[in-house]
């Protein structure tokens, strides 16, 4: 007995009423993957991308990881990048974090040694660049969700100057767009139009003009 029978039985159920509202619907998505977006986003529970856009399965092709960070040197992000622009041929990118983000979090925080650690180093250099900015902020509640929008910020710059995207030359325009989730709320913000303003870092580590 592994004691997850109630998942597999809420997957029947869930099953049951798609077949029955949408007679067909598992055999025709079995045959094609067109995907219009690729959605990176934070592995947290509570921010499930196709629920929160309002997509069936086979709509959105996902990567997650903690504080969804987009990292030069992560070949698994990479390759997801790659897949979906030049072989599902996603013109629409969707870097999306959330207010009260753990990972962001821990990025003001000490570090404890942990291997997460590691990973929230990314975190932690975008909050050293704004420092300045987010000391400003009155609260430290208030420094997070800056840095957590900062964050979004960052990774779409580093979306935009990855090797995959660079590969494509003029031949084909992708969009790449920063949205931020609120937990409490249900709703999403556009922050796209907040990226060209910020001095985000790039790989390079030059700093864009304003």
Same mark, same amino acid.
């Given at each position: ?115 997460? !650690? ?5 975190? #932690? /250099? ?5 420092? +300045?900015?987010?000391?400003? *902020?009155? &609260? ?41 989730? !609120? ?5 999403? #913000? /556009? ?5 060209? +303003?910020?001095?985000?870092? *790039?790989? &390079? ?6």
């Amino acid at each position: 007995m592994s004691g997850l029978e109630h998942l597999l039985a809420n997957n029947r159920a869930w099953r049951d009423q798609v077949e029955r509202e949408r007679p067909g619907f598992f055999a025709s998505l079995a045959g094609q993957q067109r995907p219009g977006y690729l959605w990176i986003g934070c592995a947290d529970s509570r921010v499930p991308a196709n629920q929160i856009i309002g997509l069936d399965p086979g709509q959105v092709f996902v990567h997650r990881n903690v504080a969804n960070l987009v990292v030069h040197s992560d070949l698994n992000c990479l390759a997801v990048l790659d897949f979906a622009i030049h072989t599902l041929g996603v013109q629409d990118v969707i870097v999306c974090g959330h207010y009260g983000c753990g990972g962001v979090t821990a990025a003001l925080a000490p570090g404890s040694g942990r291997v997460i !650690d590691h990973w929230i180093r990314h975190v #932690r /250099d975008i909050a050293k660049f704004y420092r +300045a900015e987010l000391e400003a *902020e009155r &609260s430290l509640e208030a420094r997070v969700r800056r840095l957590c929008e900062l964050n979004v910020a960052v990774q779409v710059v580093h979306v935009r100057e990855s090797p995959v995207l660079h590969a494509l030359g003029a031949s084909r325009d992708v969009r790449v767009h920063g949205w931020i989730y !609120d937990v409490a709320d249900g709703l999403l #913000r /556009d922050l796209t139009h907040t990226v060209d +303003a910020l001095r985000a870092i *790039e790989p &390079s580590g030059r700093i864009p003009p304003r």
